[in-house]
């Protein structure tokens, strides 16, 4: 192995997205209430059936579900094939307690996490969010590896042609996923400073960046290309979903600050079958993106199943046999 070093070889990353084929994954909430636990239980298994390529995991406000959370990521690790991406926000945390939080959830076998500045829990102010030890999702990336290359600092490999012997490669990586925001984060001021906080995600050790949601395809494929032009390396996975009536639809708009969307709140409001017509809608969208050169969707499910794999049917990227199976 003349020239070969240690710590040479390619280190898989864990990055969930599969190279050659549109990839789709899911995003789940964990259950609030025991009231409804068996039906996300039910919904959950119907989208794990599927194969997705992973399914995340949120994470409430300052932490409000992180038990809960963490009991749906091990159920996934521990049961099913689907790698389970862990959503971790920075929010109200100090160092020790954050730096303990990721220990627990890497020895609880995750080796993907969605890295997030966090939403302010109920009654704080946006500008009184920066609270704790963490001004960005950019730190919280940096301490997910730190951790992990502190936990797991080396792996010893098998030498080829030498039965038994060991030699010492680099520590196994985790995927760290970051948030994008196609149409601009509500706190800022232009495209440029959207971009250059995605630049610095990147450079912090990101992988994989999740769109915020949008409506038009020309949303997304224009800020990738922005994107990508300004240097940013990393997949950008288009977030979608199908939205099922006009009172989802202005919920999700308030929710997250984006500009209604005229065409689909007319076709919601004239379709016989509101439902139908969302999903359509998302179907198109994801056939657009894909098009444009998307690696892959990721699914907002509400906890529902039926909705979200009606799209990826509809987008052609499951048959009717898939969903059934």
Not at 121 to 130: A, F, W, Y
Request: proline share 7%; glycine share 8%; charged share 20%.
């Amino acid at each position: 192995m003349a020239g070969h070093e240690i710590g040479d070889d390619p280190v898989d990353t864990g990055a969930p997205i599969p190279v050659g084929r549109a990839g789709y994954s899911f995003e789940i909430l964990p259950p609030r209430t025991p009231d409804v636990e068996k039906s996300v239980q039910t919904s959950l298994a119907e989208l794990v059936a599927t194969g997705p390529d992973f399914i995340s995991v949120t994470y409430g406000a300052n932490g409000s579900s992180r038990e809960v959370s963490l009991e749906v990521v091990r159920h996934l690790i521990q049961n099913t094939s689907v790698p389970a991406m862990a959503h971790f926000t920075a929010v109200g945390s100090s160092l020790p307690e954050a730096s303990a939080l990721v220990r627990e959830f890497l020895d609880s076998g995750v080796t993907s996490f969605l890295a997030l500045r966090g939403d302010p829990p109920q009654g704080v102010r946006d500008e009184d969010l920066l609270l704790g030890d963490f001004g960005s999702a950019s730190e919280l990336v940096q301490l997910i590896h730190r951790v992990q290359s502190e936990r797991e600092p080396f792996l010893t490999r098998d030498v080829p042609g030498f039965p038994g012997a060991k030699r010492l490669g680099a520590g196994r990586k985790v995927t760290i996923a970051v948030a994008a925001f196609p149409n601009g984060h509500p706190s800022s001021s232009s495209r440029r400073q959207d971009i250059d906080t995605l630049l610095a995600k990147e450079a912090a050790g990101a992988n994989l960046a999740i769109t915020q949601l949008f409506f038009h395809p020309e949303e997304y494929l224009g800020f990738v290309e922005d994107a990508r032009a300004a240097g940013v390396t990393m997949p950008i996975l288009p977030g979608i979903m199908p939205v099922l009536s006009e009172k989802r639809l202005h919920r999700v708009v308030e929710l997250t600050g984006e500009a209604m969307p005229a065409r689909l709140l007319e076709q919601l409001r004239a379709a016989e079958d509101p439902a139908r017509a969302g999903i359509s809608h998302a179907a198109q969208l994801a056939r657009d993106v894909l098009a444009g050169g998307a690696p892959g969707i990721h699914l907002y499910t509400f906890n529902r199943s039926d909705a979200p794999l009606a799209v990826l049917a509809e987008a052609g990227l499951l048959t009717s046999k898939e969903i059934t199976a």
